[in-house]
């Protein structure tokens, strides 16, 4: 019969809330930076410039074809080859930030493409300004239209940050794996672990359901 | 003893792509049975049917899948079998496999016109001639697209299979790289593998996804 014993995890309890921590960090530093090698992809895709076309093409079809646990060890193992080294920690940001980017140019180049023309040339038939057209006429609906798309993928991004417990960068996973090591707890500490993430899923898609409702509920217009 | 990385290698990598193969395979299959059942119980008319499986589907859809393939893995000595790291890749997969097309299906199910169902009904069939002559059909023709785009995201999960110890591709590369100590060409050669085998997939998903469309909006 087995003996549950989750003594170890509840002695240590602090350390894996600090884990869960870090990899709230860890994540919303990747989906900012991620966000921003999104939005310069969508614009280098819509954009008239073949190559670079082609080149935003190549590296979307590579990162989103091939596992996130492969792109990490190539970086953080691979690239040393090439003369460029990299701490744990910085290799599992950039693998982070290049695999959201790549997720992330498609969520934004489909919301550059759903703002009408003729919702511009409207706005300035009422004499906005650039600034106000902008905002209020292609900025916000744009958000509106993607904000599910973005928040999911904010979701699988911090699921998918637990990969990087492989190379032992610091985050929750690796938290875990660490106490494992001391303690040999193994079920129950991941039990726990999957608990924790679950929690941290749950809260952060509530909250971005909380801020869709202040910010986007006005009338659509389809 | 570091030695070059030479055809050999890369012939060691070609045959550990199998047991991808077969793990998502394997993963694909049982996640096909398990997601009709959760497709099912998700649009059925009883209400504890419907929270089970809503709540199955947010438990796999909300935590890591590395999580989930060290729970099953730590788990099977909690049920007293023997730690196989094969069986725990299988089961794991199988379970998270079945909560994403459960998701999915039950989506292509709720989009046959309620119309279908009640035309069925009228004809007196039960609920099983129901779905099985004419609601499962027209939902199935919807769900291929997404469900070809889910087999490439099954493919790449089967590689987080090597840190529990299976020897598919990525831990192969692993093994090689140990070896000959050529990081940069052992993963190169190993996202290479995954790129030929997910990338004819998307392209075929984007294909019938576009088909769809214009079957739709025609």
Same mark, same amino acid.
């Given at each position: 019969?087995?003996?549950?014993?989750?003594?170890?995890?509840?002695?240590?309890?602090?350390?894996?809330?600090?884990?869960?921590?870090?990899?709230?960090?860890?994540?919303?530093?990747?989906?900012?930076?991620?966000?921003?090698?999104?939005?310069?992809?969508?614009?280098?895709?819509?954009?008239?410039?073949?190559?670079?076309?082609?080149?935003?093409?190549?590296?979307?079809?590579?990162?989103?074809?091939?596992?996130?646990?492969?792109?990490?060890?190539?970086?953080?193992?691979?690239?040393?080859?090439?003369?460029?080294?990299?701490?744990?920690?910085?290799?599992?940001?950039?693998?982070?930030?290049?695999?959201?980017?790549?997720?992330?140019?498609?969520?934004?180049?489909?919301?550059?493409?759903?703002?009408?023309?003729?919702?511009?040339?409207?706005?300035?038939?009422?004499?906005?300004?650039?600034?106000?057209?902008?905002?209020?006429?292609?900025?916000?609906?744009?958000?509106?239209?993607?904000?599910?798309?973005?928040?999911?993928?904010?979701?699988?991004?911090?699921?998918?940050?637990?990969?990087?417990?492989?190379?032992?960068?610091?985050?929750?996973?690796?938290?875990?794996?660490?106490?494992?090591?001391?303690?040999?707890?193994?079920?129950?500490?991941?039990?726990?672990?999957?608990?924790?993430?679950?929690?941290?899923?749950?809260?952060?898609?509530?909250?971005?359901?909380?801020?869709?409702?202040?910010?986007?509920?006005?009338?659509?217009?389809? | 003893?570091?030695?070059?990385?030479?055809?050999?290698?890369?012939?060691?990598?070609?045959? +550990? &792509?199998?047991?991808? *193969?077969? /793990?998502? =395979?394997?993963?694909? #299959? @049982?996640?096909?049975?398990? %997601?009709? !059942?959760? $497709?099912?119980?998700?649009?059925?008319?009883?209400?504890?049917?419907?929270?089970?499986?809503?709540?199955?589907?947010?438990?796999?859809?909300?935590?890591?899948?590395?999580?989930?393939?060290?729970?099953?893995?730590?788990?099977?000595?909690?049920?007293?079998?023997?730690?196989?790291?094969?069986? +725990? &890749?299988?089961?794991? *997969?199988? /379970?998270? =496999?079945?909560?994403? #097309? @459960?998701?999915?299906?039950? %989506?292509? !199910?709720? $989009?046959?016109?309620?119309?279908?169902?009640?035309?069925?009904?009228?004809?007196?069939?039960?609920?099983?001639?129901?779905?099985?002559?004419?609601?499962?059909?027209?939902?199935?023709?919807?769900?291929?697209?997404?469900?070809?785009?889910?087999?490439?995201?099954?493919?790449?999960?089967?590689?987080? &299979?090597?840190?529990?110890?299976?020897?598919?591709?990525?831990?192969?590369?692993?093994?090689?790289?140990?070896?000959?100590?050529?990081?940069?060409?052992?993963?190169?050669?190993?996202?290479?593998?995954?790129?030929?085998?997910?990338?004819?997939?998307?392209?075929?998903?984007?294909?019938?996804?576009?088909?769809?469309?214009?079957?739709?909006?025609?």
């Amino acid at each position: 019969m087995y003996q549950f014993n989750f003594q170890p995890v509840f002695e240590n309890l602090d350390m894996l809330l600090y884990g869960a921590w870090l990899t709230i960090r860890l994540s919303l530093t990747a989906m900012v930076f991620g966000l921003i090698v999104s939005v310069l992809g969508a614009v280098a895709k819509t954009s008239g410039i073949r190559p670079l076309r082609w080149l935003v093409d190549i590296y979307v079809e590579v990162i989103r074809n091939t596992p996130f646990l492969v792109q990490i060890f190539f970086i953080f193992f691979g690239l040393p080859a090439a003369g460029i080294n990299m701490s744990p920690n910085t290799a599992a940001l950039v693998a982070l930030v290049i695999n959201v980017g790549a997720y992330g140019t498609e969520i934004i180049r489909a919301g550059i493409e759903s703002i009408p023309q003729g919702q511009i040339e409207a706005g300035k038939a009422l004499g906005l300004s650039p600034v106000q057209i902008f905002r209020h006429i292609v900025m916000k609906p744009a958000l509106r239209n993607i904000y599910p798309s973005l928040t999911s993928q904010f979701i699988y991004l911090m699921l998918t940050s637990s990969v990087v417990s492989v190379i032992s960068a610091n985050d929750l996973a690796s938290a875990g794996a660490d106490l494992n090591a001391r303690t040999f707890a193994s079920f129950e500490i991941y039990l726990v672990l999957t608990v924790m993430y679950f929690l941290l899923a749950l809260g952060f898609s509530t909250l971005f359901g909380a801020i869709r409702r202040v910010f986007f509920t006005y009338p659509a217009s389809r | 003893m570091i030695r070059e990385f030479s055809s050999g290698d890369i012939m060691f990598i070609i045959g +550990a &792509a199998r047991w991808t *193969l077969i /793990l998502s =395979a394997i993963a694909f #299959l @049982g996640g096909a049975v398990g %997601g009709l !059942i959760v $497709a099912l119980s998700r649009s059925s008319q009883q209400k504890l049917l419907r929270r089970i499986a809503t709540g199955f589907i947010q438990v796999f859809q909300g935590t890591p899948l590395l999580m989930q393939l060290f729970l099953v893995y730590f788990g099977l000595a909690v049920v007293g079998l023997p730690i196989n790291p094969l069986l +725990a &890749a299988a089961v794991a *997969l199988t /379970l998270h =496999a079945s909560a994403y #097309l @459960g998701e999915i299906w039950r %989506g292509s !199910i709720e $989009a046959v016109p309620s119309g279908q169902t009640e035309a069925a009904t009228a004809l007196s069939l039960s609920y099983r001639n129901r779905m099985r002559y004419v609601v499962l059909p027209q939902a199935m023709r919807l769900a291929i697209a997404p469900t070809v785009g889910f087999l490439v995201q099954l493919i790449k999960g089967t590689s987080l &299979a090597s840190i529990i110890g299976f020897t598919e591709l990525t831990r192969a590369g692993q093994i090689i790289n140990n070896a000959t100590f050529e990081p940069f060409l052992v993963f190169g050669t190993v996202a290479a593998m995954y790129f030929v085998l997910c990338w004819p997939l998307s392209l075929l998903a984007r294909r019938l996804e576009s088909r769809m469309r214009r079957a739709i909006t025609r």
